[in-house]
């Protein structure tokens, strides 16, 4: 039984008001990014809370009234083997879940559709190359950012484009990425995605989006003037849904 259909949730899909966290995730990728997170806070609690408790412990018993005279010892053997392999034993800790992490992300599974992202001076192109049987007929359009005056209720400043790039969810996606001016990024927290547009080169990364949903990005590299003008917009949608967009897209 789907928990999500008797007790609705609101995912956070887009970066709100003085938020620190993360976006929620909607795919495995990102689910694991702040996974690792956690892990890693988890350490970084108990440093914070060992380090300090060693120091004030260090200062009350070695005050020089408590300890006039002060003892000879200038090092120990025992406590130094401590203290240098334990915290190897927490990089280690560290380590092991952060390359298989990264290793997964540099993976691209056999993708079931590949689309093709360009970066301009400041808008997206979006080429969905599995569909193009001629030059004439070709499913590729560009994606701006839609005016402050433009904008309809509900939807987000600085964030909504005129023309989505639509996905169907639960299945794999390879995202080609180029630009064909000056630096880019394309970057979507939620799908725990930043892979730079480079002029003259193509960088891949796959995704699988595992829920339905609108998710939000934004360039996120300095390309100029109006670098903060050319925000990313995905929208994921079932299966049928895409097919039905797509057969609208190529009549």
């Not at 909607?26 to 408790?53: C, K």
């Not at 995704?207 to 339905?212: A, G, L, T």
């Amino acid at each position: 039984m789907n928990l999500i259909r008797i007790f609705p949730i609101a995912f956070r899909d887009a970066a709100e008001p003085w938020q620190l966290g993360f976006q929620d995730p909607a795919t495995p990728m990102m689910q694991g990014i702040i996974d690792l997170h956690h892990d890693i806070f988890f350490f970084l609690i108990v440093i914070l809370i060992f380090v300090p408790w060693m120091l004030v412990r260090a200062l009350w018993h070695f005050h020089y009234k408590r300890n006039p005279i002060p003892e000879r010892i200038v090092h120990g053997t025992t406590i130094e083997i401590i203290w240098t392999i334990f915290p190897s034993i927490i990089l280690m800790f560290i380590a092991i879940p952060s390359f298989a992490l990264l290793y997964s992300m540099d993976e691209v599974v056999d993708p079931a559709i590949t689309i093709k992202a360009i970066g301009h001076q400041w808008y997206w192109t979006y080429e969905y190359s599995d569909y193009n049987s001629s030059d004439e007929q070709s499913l590729t359009f560009d994606s701006y950012m839609i005016p402050e005056d433009d904008l309809e209720l509900g939807q987000l400043r600085l964030l909504e484009v005129d023309n989505r790039m639509v996905v169907p969810a639960k299945t794999h996606l390879r995202i080609i990425i180029t630009s064909a001016d000056v630096l880019h990024s394309w970057a979507v927290p939620s799908l725990g995605v930043k892979c730079d547009a480079v002029p003259g080169r193509l960088n891949q990364t796959s995704i699988f989006i595992k829920r339905e949903g609108v998710y939000y990005g934004q360039c996120s590299e300095l390309c100029g003037t109006n670098h903060a003008f050319m925000p990313i917009v995905v929208e994921a949608v079932s299966l049928d849904d895409y097919v039905s967009w797509v057969s609208n897209k190529l009549d």
